[in-house]
Structure formats: structure tokens, C-alpha cells
């Protein structure tokens, strides 16, 4: 319903603060999004580990792509809720986030999203997340 | 055990994703600390209210600060996890996020933070986490 | 818009699991709620504490009760996500749980859930949870 | 490190909020957990569902199970938080939860649960949870 160049604009144009973060999306399935974000010195914090907000928008990003991989282009899908656990503290290093829907409702839609450090088989984050998406996309 | 200037210049110096937001801290009280998160375009997302990462990029070092705020200066006191709700659709305005301890043990402390509109009463997104404290700081 | 009285017998009859434990409605406010839960035996877990799934069951009609003092008695309004957090081991006593709501719209609800020991000052756990609330109900 | 027989008998024995259920532990294996509860009237509520608090005690032995599974009979791990989201409404008929790992650290464990309904394959609740594993049994 999107394609991964697609999303890509879309996140870099309208949701600034995540897209100047460089992300790039690696693909965009059926209810699955990947996306890269490529490291940065401005991601740090005290401990030389990188900062929970890159990691929570990269989640919320890819959750927003695994939604919108099932119901098209609808910009107005909003995160409502989203509970994101940090398991170990990433290296300086590229970070691959890869969500997947568990639900789609005409209303509603959950998920979850793994993050993990570039070549690295251990997650360093996992969120859930539900989006709330508007009534005329769903039809209704 | 830290001062409102002091903790704001900590998080534009070592947590810049953060810092370069422009938060402004307001005041750190004890086991609280309230943030001001002015208001730039770049915060937008599609609909023209405020995008979900900055909220959540608010309420966690809003929350850090509160934990400071009892334990000192201890930069590497991280984020264990955290839950963020989004209740009402933020205007193009400022934010002030409060937040406050429910909780400091001697490794885990945990709070909650409210997000508010200015000059608006009623909350946009109320978030609670955990952050981890190291056994150096706690004295273990 | 519904008595301690009505929801209490409310949920002994129609969520037997709970009603079941024993749990006491104290008062039912306007966007509050508090109930009671007796201690029993059956509620210990190892180490001698108050099991969590104990405390969830508390903690979730309790916020049925926040939702349902400013709707009525929408016995369909159902439970969507909770979060619960335990923050100290519950020793073998009766639990106070105080339920607030921070948001009532027309399809969701959001509150909180603050739980004690009898007796206690520090919380023993705390909840934040959304309920569904059925079109009929909210009139759309 | 543990049984499923020997595992069911601990939850029925020292759970007994949870075990009183009727829990039939199916497997434990390396880092998993899957738990059978069968049906029972009492865990019905409005609407004919089965009462999110019966979902919650399942996911949360669970993924005790996941846990002591890795870790041994290590009954004084508690759960810290847990999140759990209710993605359907259970029809009256048996639950079944497939817990599983995605960290085991020294001090703390975190993990998913998936719900089922019987023989119906889209998950009715997801849960992602904490358990702290105590110093003793962590060698530390």
C-alpha cells in the first residue's frame, strides 16, 4: 500500500523531527516495516550509549510504516499509546528497528517494533505501540 | 541535590538530541522537575499537532531530572522503560512537562510525568517510566 | 452517576473472578474510585506478598468504576491496555486502591490507579490503563 | 532447568490465586513457557468475554515459567511491571499463552506473551513484562 521510498519522503517531509534524525526506511512489507537509522554523535548520552528519544522515534516511525504498509498513505494514523523497554544499552553504532502489526481493527492498530544494534543478534530495544487510525481511512 | 540551571545546561551538553530541542528547565524541586519545551515548527506531524518523539523526548528527561533531583548529579542513572499515552491532540504551542517520583529505591526509581498544552488545563500525554540507578551512586 | 453500592454488586455478579476476591467499593466520586481488598490467604505468592495478578484485578475495577462514575453503567465498557508497575512488595494486608481518570472522551477513557497497603503511605503498585467505550454508550 | 509438571504444581501450591484458576502448564522450554486455561464461567464479564484480570494472571505466570525456565527454581523472582494489551474479545472458550524471553540478564528478565483463544490463530492479548530475579539466585 506504500512503498519504502515513499514512507521515506513522507516521515523527512512531514514528521521533521524524526526524518532529520536520517533515518532510512529498508523496507516496507505486508504489516512490517524495517528501518536504519545510521549513527550519530548528537544520539549519545552519559555513558557514551545511545539516548532513549533516537531509539523511541525510530519505533514509532516503523510502527507508523508497518500501519501504513496495510492501509495506504494515511498520514493522520496517530500514535495513541506506546510502552518502550530499553534491555541494554547500545553501542555507538547504527540501529535496525524492525516492527510488525499483531492487530489491525478499523479503529485501532498494535504492534511491536525490535531494535537492534547493526550486527548484533541481541535486542537493545522493544516497544508496542497502538496507532489510532481516522475514521475515513478505515471507511467507517 | 541539583539546580534547574545546572541540569538543563547537563542535558544540552550530554544529551544533545534532547538539549537541542530547547528545553527549558523551570524548576527542580524535590523529587520533581518541570520542563518547558518551547515551541518550533519542526515539532509538527501531519494533522499540525506536535509529533509523538517530542513529547516522549520531554517527558524522559523530565523524569530524569526528578530523579536528580533526589540522588544528585548521576549522569549514568538510565531509562528502563517507559510508557507514554497520548490523550489529546497537541496544538502548535508550547509544552510543560511535570513530573514527579512515585518511587526511589536504591537501584530503580520510577515516576510520572504530565504533559501539558500552555495555558491549557487539561493533560495531552501523561507518561510513566523507570529509570535504573548505578551501584556507585547508591552507594551498593 | 452509579453508587458504591450498585458497582460493587455490579462486579460481584457480572466480573465473578474479581468480585470474587472480596474487593470492598468505598467510594465511588466523580472520575474516582476506591475499593478495598480484604487481605486472604490465597492472595500470598512466594516470599510472602500479595501476588500481582491480585493487585491487576484490583487495580482494573477500580478504574472501571472512575470510568463508569462518570458514564453510568455501562457494564460494556471494556478494558483495552494497563500497565502496572510494582513498586514494593505488598506485606500480607488489605490493599486501598484509589483510581483517578485524566482523560474522558467519547471513545476512550484514560485514568490511573494509585494502590496501598492499609495503613501505609508508599504506594505498593501503580496502574495506568485506557478503556473502550462502546458507541451506544457515548451516543454516537 | 525446571518441568512443566513440577512447574504447574508450584503456581498451583504457592500461586494459588493463579493456580486456582485450573492452569494446565503444556511446555517449558528454553526460555519459553506455554499455559492452557481451560474455560470456566466464572471468567466471564459484561459482554460475554472472558475478564481481562484472567488474561493477566495467565501472561504473567507465564512468563514466570519463560523465566524459570532459564534460571531454575528460583521461586522469589517477582514481576516488576507489566503491559498488556487487549487486542479482542475472547470468546468463552480456552485461553492458551506462549511465553518468551527476549532478555535474561543477572538482576532482571523481560519478555512477550501472546494469547490465544483455542484454535483460533489471531492472538486475543499481548503482554510484555519484567521480572527481577533476586541477587542470591544470580550468583551475585
Redesign the interface.
Known sequence: MIEADEFEALVCE?????G??GIKVAEVGDGTCSILLPFRD??????G?V????M??LA?VALYGAVLSRIGRV??A????????????PAPADLIAEARL??LGR??A?G?V?IRSSGVD??VA?A?G?YSIPPVASGN
Chains 1, 2, 3, 4 share one sequence.
Open positions: 512531514h514528521v521533521p523531527l524524526v532529520g534524525m548528537d544520539f549519545l548520552r552519559p555513558g550509549t539516548t532513549g528519544p533516537a523511541f522515534g514509532d498520514e493522520l496517530v500514535t495513541t499509546s506506546m510502552t518502550i523497554n530499553f534491555l541494554r544499552r499483531l492487530k479503529r485501532l498494535y511491536e525490535l541481541e535486542p522493544h508496542t497502538t
